[in-house]
């Protein structure tokens, strides 16, 4: 079993940054593809980011055309968390964002792909 506990979420103008962090424990996640999605009111969950290792020290980032260019995904093997740093964010950025881990290194933008989820963290950008 993964536990993930996501934090980093909170209200923040148009054009301002967050980052969101995503610890994990009850097992170590370096070969995990490892992934953030959100849900907005009355919408479904949407991928936003993914990373899958690719071999080595090298992993594979993937990003939603929506946020390509905007946010940036990465991973801290030796302290087993996942972060997105979010820039220049806009208002239809507004949403729960969720912290997900696949048990192998599949991953992709399907969330029904993967098997751990956290609680999700509120990020809220203002016009």
């Known amino acids: 079993q993964v536990q993930l506990v996501e934090s980093g979420g909170g209200l923040v103008q148009a054009g301002g940054s967050l980052r969101l962090s995503c610890v994990a424990s009850?097992?170590?996640?370096?070969?995990?593809?490892m992934g953030w999605f959100r849900q907005a009111p009355g919408k479904e969950r949407e991928f936003v980011a993914g990373t899958t290792w690719s071999g080595g020290n090298t992993y594979y980032g993937d990003y939603a055309d929506s946020v390509k260019g905007r946010f940036t995904i990465s991973r801290d093997n030796a302290k087993n968390t996942v972060a997105l740093q979010m820039n220049s964010l806009k208002p239809e950025d507004t949403a729960v964002y969720y912290c997900?881990?696949?048990?192998?290194?599949?991953?992709?933008?399907?969330?029904?792909?993967?098997?751990?989820w956290g609680q999700g963290t509120q990020v809220t950008v203002s016009s």
């Open positions: 009850g097992r170590t996640i370096p070969n995990y593809a």
């Open positions: 997900a881990a696949d048990g192998t290194n599949r991953g992709g933008r399907n969330p029904n792909k993967y098997v751990y």
